[in-house]
């Protein structure tokens, strides 16, 4: 009886498990391996996290600079003259406002009451 691993014949339970154990070191490899990779990813990820951070640090930076020149410029370059216009326009607008309430009140107490208000 030729007891070679290759020979023709019946397989004995030695030889299934030598072979499951055989693929169950293969697998644990192959995890081994497929670890090992994903570390090299994650530290090559690293230095894009650490330079996003660094944009988004900037861009806050930027965006604090664009509001005080905003200030600056309406400090500068808004005059009195401006700002007496946009009061004007804002007491025109409460004025029709107003008008428009007291329109509708003396139409909803005619409807309701049947006579105009005194």
């Given amino acids: 009886m030729d007891s070679s691993f290759l020979a023709a014949g019946p397989i004995t339970w030695a030889q299934v498990f030598a072979f499951a154990l055989f693929l ?3 697998l644990k490899g192959s ?3 497929a670890g ?3 570390a090299g990813t994650k530290d090559a990820v690293s230095p894009l996290t650490i330079d996003i951070a660094a944009a988004k640090i900037e861009i806050r930076q930027l965006d604090e600079k664009l509001n005080a020149f905003k ?3 309406a400090r500068t370059y808004v005059t009195g003259d ?8 804002i007491d025109d607008m409460v004025t029709s406002v107003r008008q428009e309430m007291k329109e509708t009140r ?3 107490l005619k409807a309701i009451t049947g006579r105009p208000p005194s």
């Fill in 24 to 26: 169950v070191g293969l």
């Fill in 36 to 38: 090992k990779m994903r």
């Fill in 71 to 73: 200030i600056e410029v």
């Fill in 82 to 89: 401006v700002i007496s216009r946009l009061e004007h326009r």
């Fill in 106 to 108: 003396d139409m909803m």
């Fill in 31 to 33: 995890d081994w391996l």
